[in-house]
């Protein structure tokens, strides 16, 4: 491992989350206006209390928009990281890039599986999120799974 490796801190990492949050957000919500738009028209004349079909056609669009919400933030993170610039919009602007341990670019295998293992970071109030407030090398449980780091450029 290259200890000359600057590691991006816990607040580096909390706003440029922030920043690729408000970007996937605002770029969800305008892709997903024409679904809900068509769920929308569809309640129309339906008394919800009484019709299973308009119960079922919440949920359908509630599924879709979680399924849709995950594959465009999958693509987003692991397209960006594994990409020449290794990192998100967030990352880009506060100078950070996520490498593999030795600092070297990372494959969109290898962002995917970290992308993946942001559930497990997620997981138990965010405990695998706030490892990177106290690991030595400033990693969260995802980088520890995935093998990576984010460091400052």
């Not at 999958?74 to 998100?88: D, P, R, V």
């Not at 990372?106 to 690991?135: D, K, P, V, W």
């Not at 030595?136 to 799974?145: A, F, G, P, R």
Request: aromatic letters at 12%; glycine letters at 12%; a positive charge.
């Amino acid at each position: 491992m290259n200890n000359t490796l600057r590691y991006a801190g816990f607040w580096q990492r909390v706003v440029a989350h922030l920043i690729d949050s408000l970007l996937t957000g605002t770029l969800l919500f305008i892709l997903l206006l024409p679904l809900w738009g068509v769920i929308g028209v569809g309640f129309i004349g339906f008394d919800f209390q009484d019709s299973p079909a308009g119960i079922l056609l919440i949920v359908l669009g509630c599924i879709a928009g979680m399924v849709f919400g995950f594959f465009t933030r999958w693509l987003y993170y692991a397209i960006m990281e594994s990409s020449s610039q290794q990192a998100t919009v967030g990352k880009i602007v506060l100078r950070l890039k996520v490498t593999d341990l030795r600092g070297e670019r990372i494959t969109f295998a290898r962002a995917s599986g970290r992308y993946c293992g942001r559930i497990l970071s997620g997981m138990f109030l965010g405990i695998g999120y706030l490892m990177a407030a106290f690991t030595q090398q400033k990693q969260t449980l995802h980088d520890i799974v995935a093998g990576t780091l984010v460091i400052e450029k």
